[in-house]
C-alpha cells in the first residue's frame, strides 16, 4: 500500500483555524477536524467501545448482517473509496463481500496518518483486495481516487459513522453534492447517519461516566500546547454536551471555568475567556430516517435503500448517484 504524504502545512493552517475560531465575537469555536490527531484518534477508538456509545457498534452491526445485501445493490465492477476510514474495523465486511464478488481495490481516504496505517494493517489479509491510501482531506482524496477510475469501473464511496453530522445540515448537503460532482450517475454513496434519540440517552452517549470523551475533547487544547505552543491550563477547562434540539444536534463545548487570558504564540493572538464562556468543538447531527432520501436528491443522489439498526436507531443508506 502507498500512503501519500501530505504536501501542504497542516499546523500553519491549525494556527489560523485557531486564530479565527477564537477570535469571533459571539460562540468561540474550533473546527472539529482538529480533535482527531493520533492521540484524538486513538481516544475515539476508545470511545466506540464504550457501553453508552452505542453508535459505532449499531453502523458494525448493520454492515456485518446485511454486506452481502448491500453489495447486490452496487453495479459492478466497481472500486471502492472511504472517506474517514478510522481502523477499517466495520468495513472488513463489506471489503469481504465485494471481494467474493470481483478483485476490488479499496483507497482510503483519512487525514490521520496512524488511522490509515492501523486501517491496512486490520484489512491487507483479505482476499483479492489491493489497498491505496491517501493521507488526504476528504475532496482532495476523491479527487485523486477519481482520476484513477478504471475503465468502465464504478466508484462506490463509503460515509459511515455518521461523519456526516459533523457537519450542518445545510453544509452536509453541499457536502454531498461536491461529492456527487466528482462521480458519474450510476456510482453509489454508502451514507451511515446516527437517528433521533432521546436526550438523556444522547447527553450519556457524549459525557460518559469514565471521562474519555472528555479527555478526547480536551486534547484539543492539548494539541494547541503541543503544536502552536499555547499555554491552555487544561485544569481550567472542562467538557460539556448539550443538546440543540432546532438543530437536532449534540454539541461538545469546552468551558472555561474562570476569568483567563490563553497566549496562542503561532496564532499571534492572546484570548481571553469570561468565567463560563465556552468554545464549541463539535457538533453530531441527528436524522430521522424518512429526511433522507430528501436530503440525498437535493445533492444529486436518490436513497435506493436504507437498513436500520433497532437497537441503537442508526441508518445504513445507499444512494446513487443520478
Ligand atoms: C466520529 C463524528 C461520528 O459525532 O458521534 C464521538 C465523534 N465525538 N463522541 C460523533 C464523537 C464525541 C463522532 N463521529
Redesign the pocket.
Known sequence: MLVHAIPTNVTYDFALDVRAGLTQPDQKELPSKYLYDDVGSAL?EV?SHLPE?G?TRADERLLRRHASEIVDRVAGPVSVAELGSGSGRKTRYLLEAFCRRQRTSYYPVEISHSALVMCERELSDIESISIVGFEREYLDGLLEVAAYRKPGHHLCVLFL???I??FDRTAGIRFLSDVRNILKPGDSLLLGT?LEKPHSQLIRA?DDELGV?AA?NLNLLARANRELGSDFDLSKFVHTAKVNPEARSVE?HLESTCRQTVDIPASEIKVEFAAGETIWT?S?HKYSADEIDGIARRAGFRCEVQWIDEQWPFAENLLIAE
Open positions: 475515539f470511545i456509545y453508535l459513522g455518521s461523519t453530522g459533523n446516527d457524549y470523551t478526547f461538545m463539535e453530531s
